[in-house]
């Protein structure tokens, strides 16, 4: 079964630019989680979708926008991108969207110049 | 601050020694979650545990909890050259509605062969 998918794998931008990351989860799995990654840290939680509704906001910006799709798939979306914004980005998939354990993806490296 | 945090931050070993890495927390959980990382890719899911599981055991993985302390443990017994990466526990705490899961800064495991 394929695992958890994103796109693209990398992708340069310069400041103020905007960018769609995307992320199909595991076949079955109806929750996707949205998780940025600075180099030397661990993964801090932006969005969580359940069935396509928004179940969870971590601490960030309005910048960082989402949706789910009917078929489960996922967008984040970063406007006005800054320095700062140069990460690791992760999707993460769970079968329930809750007390169960998220599969994730290989992840987008995002540097913003 | 991070509710995970992970002791100690870096980790050298020869090959077939265990490592045991330790990860402390502050407030009440449903689960912890351990992860890896190789390289800055995605994380792979290796156990989880939950609150009411003292001990659990995943091959060459044990993995204990002690919410009285608010702290785990993971063991990795025999390890080998592919053990080399971060590892992270994960937190998904009860006062979050939805599962977004809460990770220190990681354990970097160097084992040489």
């Known amino acids: 079964d394929a695992g958890v998918t994103q796109s693209p794998t990398h992708l340069i931008k310069t400041r103020g630019q905007h960018v769609t990351l995307r992320c199909s989860p595991i076949?079955?799995?109806?929750?996707v989680s949205w998780y940025q990654q600075v180099l030397g840290q661990g993964p801090q939680f932006i969005f969580q979708y359940y069935e396509k509704e928004e179940r969870g906001r971590g601490n960030f910006p309005d910048r960082f926008s989402a949706r789910q799709f009917p078929n489960y798939s996922s967008e984040l979306n970063v406007n006005a991108l800054l320095l700062g914004d140069s990460a690791l980005y992760l999707c993460a998939s769970s079968l329930l969207g809750r007390f169960n354990e998220q599969f994730f993806g290989p992840g987008t490296r995002l540097t913003v110049l | 601050s991070q509710q995970g945090e992970e002791d100690p931050q870096a980790l050298s070993i020869q090959e077939g020694e265990n490592a045991t890495m330790n990860c402390s927390y502050k407030t009440s959980i449903n689960n912890l979650q351990w992860y890896r990382q190789n390289s800055g890719r995605g994380l792979v899911h290796l156990i989880l545990i939950r609150s009411n599981e003292r001990e659990k055991h995943s091959g060459r993985l044990r993995v204990t909890l002690d919410t009285s302390k608010k702290s785990s443990s993971l063991l990795i017994t025999a390890s080998r050259a592919a053990d080399t990466a971060s590892y992270f526990c994960a937190t998904d705490i009860t006062t979050d509605s939805w599962g977004k899961l809460q990770f220190g800064a990681g354990t970097q495991v160097v084992v040489t062969p």
């Open positions: 076949s079955g799995h109806k929750s």
